[in-house]
């Protein structure tokens, strides 16, 4: 768990005394990693009471071919490039923005699974 709350350290480098101590809203959570495989989502409570659905692993995407408007539930079959870590392409990790490779050809994620349980793509030319 990392804490996201406000530093304690300034920008100059001094030191700023905390008005409060750490709290629990602040704590982030751990990230949803999701890889390529049998589907599997988890829900996560947020603030508020509300939910989020957390793939875990996903085997489908939703690919949209902005050509003709069309969208094909098509099987993800591996990661080509993610600009967000060149090591996630090792670890076949889904994330926004990564290239995948599907059975209609490559597509860009535009979804965040980890967000939103799902993994919608735009079909690259």
């Not at 030191?15 to 999701?34: S, V």
């Not at 050509?67 to 080509?80: L, P, S």
């Not at 392409?89 to 535009?110: D, F, H």
Request: glycine fraction near 12%; aromatic fraction near 4%; charge should be positive.
């Amino acid at each position: 768990m990392l804490w996201q709350g406000e530093s304690i350290r300034k920008v100059t480098g001094g030191r700023r005394r905390p008005a409060q101590g750490k709290r629990r809203f602040e704590i982030g959570l751990a990230p949803a990693d999701t890889h390529i495989g049998e589907d599997r989502s988890k829900l996560v409570r947020t603030t508020g009471g509300n939910t989020k659905i957390r793939s875990m692993r996903a085997q489908f995407a939703n690919v949209t071919n902005l050509a003709n408007g069309e969208t094909k539930k098509v099987k993800i079959e591996n990661v080509e490039e993610n600009g967000a870590n060149p090591n996630y392409v090792r670890r076949n990790l889904l994330t926004k923005g990564a290239i995948i490779r599907t059975e209609i050809g490559r597509a860009r994620i535009m979804s965040r699974p980890g967000q939103d349980g799902i993994i919608n793509a735009v079909l690259l030319a």
